[in-house]
């Protein structure tokens, strides 16, 4: 069963505009949830991360928020740009941190 | 900065070879991980590792082994490849929460 779901398989924004990915969790015991992003034939490399004691985590162009209640979290991305199209996971891990559960990606097309 | 290598980007076997897949790491990271990708369904964990010479089965082991001799390399062994083993492989490694990847190998089983 899928503890970590992103159940948009594709999402397209225009250049300049705010690109939302969404993600939702089953598991109230993770702990620490991360973002990677991911070129094809390259693997995935980390993005953003957020712990589950913050709702709010901000690095340049990337956000990541967590609403705890809804066991939901999205990653805000302004301004989107031609080079942030790719496969973006979502991923959860608990307080041991040595397992990570991964959705099955969202690919973002910016369009210039 | 982290370095994690996979010994081949590109690897085409016939169905029924022993396949061996190696992942190098050279950060001391004690964990180290193998995930497929296959489209749809995301990263799916097949074995980790959190120390020398121990591993835990992943979500879907079948098929598969691994070894961990050394802290700093992790491999993964497909015993006698089948055409559903076609996939991308990607190894990790962490020391805390967040994991760093190798470039992946897309191996191809005919």
């Known amino acids: 069963d899928q503890q970590v779901k992103q159940n948009s398989p594709s999402l397209s924004v225009q250049e300049g505009r705010i690109s939302i990915l969404n993600c939702d969790y089953t598991?109230?015991?993770?702990?620490?949830f991360l973002w990677y992003k991911k070129y094809p034939a390259e693997g995935p490399t980390f993005l953003i991360s957020i712990s589950s004691i913050k709702d709010k985590n901000e690095d340049g162009r990337f956000t990541v928020f967590l609403n705890k209640s809804a066991k939901h979290l999205s990653l805000h991305i302004v301004p989107s740009q031609p080079g942030d199209s790719a496969v973006y996971f979502c991923?959860?891990?608990?307080?041991?941190?040595?397992?990570?559960?991964f959705g099955t990606g969202t690919s973002l097309t910016v369009i210039p | 900065d982290v370095k994690v290598t996979q010994s081949s980007r590109y690897l085409v076997k016939r169905t029924g070879e022993k396949v061996f897949l190696e992942c190098v790491q050279d950060m001391d990271h004690e964990n180290m991980f193998w995930y497929r990708q296959d489209p749809g369904l995301g990263l799916r964990l097949i074995y980790f590792s959190y120390d020398v010479k121990m591993k835990e089965k992943g979500d879907i082991p079948e098929g598969y082994s691994v070894s961990r001799e050394k802290k700093e390399r992790f491999s993964l062994i497909l015993e006698s490849a089948s055409t559903n083993q076609t996939s991308m492989y990607l190894c990790a490694s962490s020391t805390n929460y967040e994991q760093y990847f190798g470039p992946g190998t897309r191996l191809t089983v005919t």
């Open positions: 598991n109230s015991m993770f702990d620490y």
């Open positions: 991923a959860a891990c608990t307080h041991t941190g040595n397992q990570f559960y």
